[in-house]
């Protein structure tokens, strides 16, 4: 299995709503990411988790907060989102979180805030 | 800081033509080099990739050689398919050690590359 498989594939919310995104691999992989990507644009890293454990967060607003339950789960967790936080959100794992590392993203997540 | 310049697209071919789609980077010491491909509707696939100088990645008939001297990671295919419409972004990841003292490799990517390929 060499898929990260990530849920729901598109998510319509309102700014006072709170939601969650969910990501899960099976390949034992001991780093997990979340970016965000605007449309035609490059992918932004917003979180790593390293074997469980919040290690980047790269200057993300509080409204976004990521959850690690166990090594092949990783949520993000939604709440007060902006129009402007609309976006394909995906997820990505590797083996650890090294600089040779080969990233296995997800399909994404296209999130639209209203 | 460390960043990666692509050749703006779109780039549209018809079948079979050669491509290439140059990339250079600026980075201090020894980066590894990646491009990855995002089909439409989904998220990104690695297509290849060279951890150090004079390394070339293959990989489907895509092609890239690492070379130092002039910082550049060009992709190329002798013969392109429809099936190669995509956006291609290359990357190149540099240890990058966090507050707390935790190195990890951060991706940095460039802008992309929309290709089209018509029959």
């Known amino acids: 299995d060499t898929e990260v498989t990530q849920t729901p594939k598109h998510l319509v919310m309102g700014m006072t709503n709170k939601k969650s995104l969910k990501c899960e691999q099976h390949?034992?992989?001991?780093?997990m990411y979340w970016y965000k990507q605007k449309a035609k644009k490059p992918p932004e890293l917003m979180f790593v988790?390293?074997?469980?454990?919040?290690?980047i967060n790269e200057s993300v607003p509080s409204r976004f907060s990521p959850e690690c339950p166990n090594s092949s789960l990783l949520n993000l967790h939604l709440h007060a989102l902006q129009p402007e936080d609309s976006a394909l959100y995906l997820c990505?794992?590797?083996?650890?979180?090294?600089?040779?590392?080969?990233?296995?993203f997800g399909s994404g997540t296209q999130l639209s805030v209203l | 800081g460390n960043s990666v310049t692509q050749m703006e697209g779109p780039v549209t071919l018809s079948e079979e033509a050669f491509l290439t789609i140059n990339c250079t980077y600026t980075?201090?010491?020894?980066?590894?080099l990646f491009w990855y491909v995002q089909y439409p509707g989904e998220g990104l696939q690695l297509l290849l990739k060279?951890?150090?100088?004079?390394d070339k990645g293959s990989n489907k008939g895509f092609e890239a050689t690492y070379r130092k001297e002039t910082t550049s990671f060009h992709l190329e295919k002798g013969s392109v398919q429809v099936s190669d419409s995509a956006v291609y972004f290359c990357?190149?990841?540099?240890?990058?050690?966090?507050?707390?003292?935790?190195?990890?490799?951060?991706?940095?990517f460039g802008q992309g590359t929309i290709l089209t390929v018509h029959p």
């Open positions: 990357a190149l990841s540099y240890p990058t050690v966090n507050a707390g003292g935790t190195s990890y490799g951060k991706l940095t």
């Open positions: 390949m034992g992989h001991r780093a």
């Open positions: 980075a201090t010491g020894y980066p590894s």
């Open positions: 988790y390293s074997y469980e454990k919040l290690s």
């Open positions: 990505a794992s590797s083996q650890v979180a090294g600089k040779q590392e080969k990233l296995f």
């Open positions: 060279a951890t150090k100088a004079d």
